[in-house]
């Protein structure tokens, strides 16, 4: 079947987290087997020259994408790329002890996000946010008689290719890379 123009995305099939370095290169994708959502919005900063009690002209600073993520559970990996800090392992099995640990002087870094939901067209729709960082909340929550839900918040920016985000439409679902 030929690719649609109209597109009903539903649901969400897979996130993953791709963190980079400071010259944007990508490192190893650290998947979210449990993502609830991948929320998103495009936003605009800009600022206004007032004189005279009208506004004389305005000047934008570029878009940024405002986005929000919910995961069942979380890997300390996945918590890794949008928090900084460092995993460690030690042990064998059956007493192996992975660690997350966190200095006053880890800051967070920046990682692509990508998300996929499934398309009734038989195809799928990804979306890509290719520069994000958490600079909101990181929050996390144990309660009685409830699964653990990470939510993270932040905003993302046009990366060295000058890329902010993509939406990208699939005849074939594709699994994302």
Known sequence: MPLIDKVFPFGIRD???TPMNASETLGTA???PAARTLSFSETVESEELRGD???QASHENGPVIEWD???GG???AAYAVMA???VTSSGTTPNQV??????GTDARGYFKAEGQAISDSGGDLH???YKAKADGNLEGSMEEGSFWITAASGKGYPNASNKLYDFVQNETAVAIS
């Not at 992975?98 to 200095?103: D, F």
Request: proline fraction near 0%; hydrophobic fraction near 45%; avoid cysteine.
């Open 69 to 71: 993520l919910e995961e």
């Open 15 to 17: 996130v993953k987290l």
């Open 30 to 32: 650290v998947d979210l």
């Open 53 to 55: 009690d009208i506004v």
């Open 74 to 76: 979380i890997s300390l």
């Open 98 to 103: 992975r660690t997350y640990s966190k200095l």
């Open 84 to 86: 900084g800090g460092t």
């Open 127 to 129: 979306g890509i946010i």
